[in-house]
């Protein structure tokens, strides 16, 4: 850790050698010259998540001088599912993540408020949401009830139903087990539509699915097509429940080991960082798309009306639950202007 001097040239010295250009004594005190920080996701190396990660390291190298240096790990190396990774990132052996809301939720129950099904009307209204105060006061929360630092909102695409069956109505779902996300709000919507929700790994889908051990599972088209799941589930229906919302965060440990010419270059690569995820999942949403089509995989729509219908009681219990009947109130605004 450096040590609060006086602006010499011996400190000037030690800025070039951290690879940072010197700034006042206090951007430096407390912290480290040189940052490595180890990035990882469960997912492919192609997904959003990777390339998004990988356009970070890319920047904030730049932009610090080399100072601070990125680790990226891809394909469940550093954990096969968020929760290890969200698990990792509170230990200190991951520092930067991307990870649904539910398992930030576990610390800071505000942070589910984003798994709501059926909360978005479309990509472009989640944009006003995330991007705006409703995003902004979930950040705050977040950062005064946990270890936890928001860097930014990114998305993993639409998700819909898949399995070894279709489905076009709530009743067609009638004691179906399916993997969800592992969050409270998710799982109550499903078991109001009549499904059995059920927890397995992601690096192990493939396999459940494979082997009968769940019924279906519910994703984006990037995911569902990566992992080849379409070999082993031949049927997609269009329920369109969730414009999904993942936290890209970091730890105010991590973050703070930095001094403030490094925290820049941070805040400067997580700009870029999320610019380039979200435009890479919308390319992959519609390319994937035609693949699993390809594939063989049957895509059929939905009663999507009669899907949200039979789960509003759950929204509206969910809003109470977490005490964020305002921000409710802001995203259905949101949607007319």
């Known amino acids: 850790m450096m040590k609060k001097v006086s602006v010499t040239i011996a400190a000037v010295a030690a800025g070039m050698l951290a690879g940072c250009s010197s700034g006042s004594t206090e951007d430096t005190a407390g912290a480290e010259e040189n940052v490595h920080l180890v990035a990882a996701t469960q997912l492919d190396d192609q997904s959003p998540y990777a390339v998004g990660l990988r356009e970070f390291k890319k920047v904030v190298e730049e932009e610090s001088d080399g100072s601070v240096t990125v680790e990226v790990h ?13 698990q990792s990132a509170e230990t200190g052996s991951v520092d930067l993540v991307v ?6 939720a576990q610390k800071v129950k505000e942070v589910d408020f984003f798994s709501i099904l059926y909360l978005f009307e479309d990509r472009e209204h989640w944009t006003k949401v995330v991007d705006g105060e409703v995003g902004d006061e979930v950040a705050r929360v977040t950062e005064e009830e946990s270890n936890f630092k928001v860097l930014d909102y990114w998305s993993a695409g639409t998700r819909n139903y898949y399995g070894t069956q279709p489905v076009e109505t709530p009743e067609d779902l009638e004691n179906k087990t399916v993997r969800t996300q592992d969050s409270p709000v998710v799982t109550d919507t499903w078991q ?8 397995v790994a992601w690096n192990e889908m493939y396999q459940a699915l494979q082997n009968g051990l ?19 589930a ?3 229906s269009l329920t369109e ?10 730890t105010q440990e991590a973050y703070d080991s930095m001094n403030a010419e490094q925290q820049e270059a941070v805040d400067t690569a997580v700009q870029k960082a999320t610019e380039t995820a979200r435009a890479t999942d919308e390319e992959l949403a519609s390319e994937y798309k035609q693949k699993l089509q390809e594939e063989g995989m ?14 509003e009681d759950v929204r509206r219990e969910a809003v109470e639950s977490l005490g964020m009947e305002e921000e409710y109130e802001r995203v259905q605004e949101l949607k007319d202007e």
């Open 74 to 86: 891809t394909n469940g190396s550093l954990g096969g599912s968020e929760a290890e990774l969200a």
């Open 99 to 104: 990870a649904s809301p539910g398992y930030l």
């Open 192 to 199: 109001a539509l009549g499904a059995q929700p059920t927890s």
């Open 214 to 232: 769940t019924d279906a599972a519910e994703n984006d088209f990037t995911n569902i097509y990566l992992a080849s799941h379409y070999e082993v």
């Open 234 to 236: 031949d049927h997609l």
């Open 241 to 250: 429940h969730d414009v999904t919302t993942r936290v890209f965060f970091t």
């Open 298 to 311: 049957e895509i059929n729509e939905v009663d999507k009306e009669a899907f949200t219908e039979q789960t």
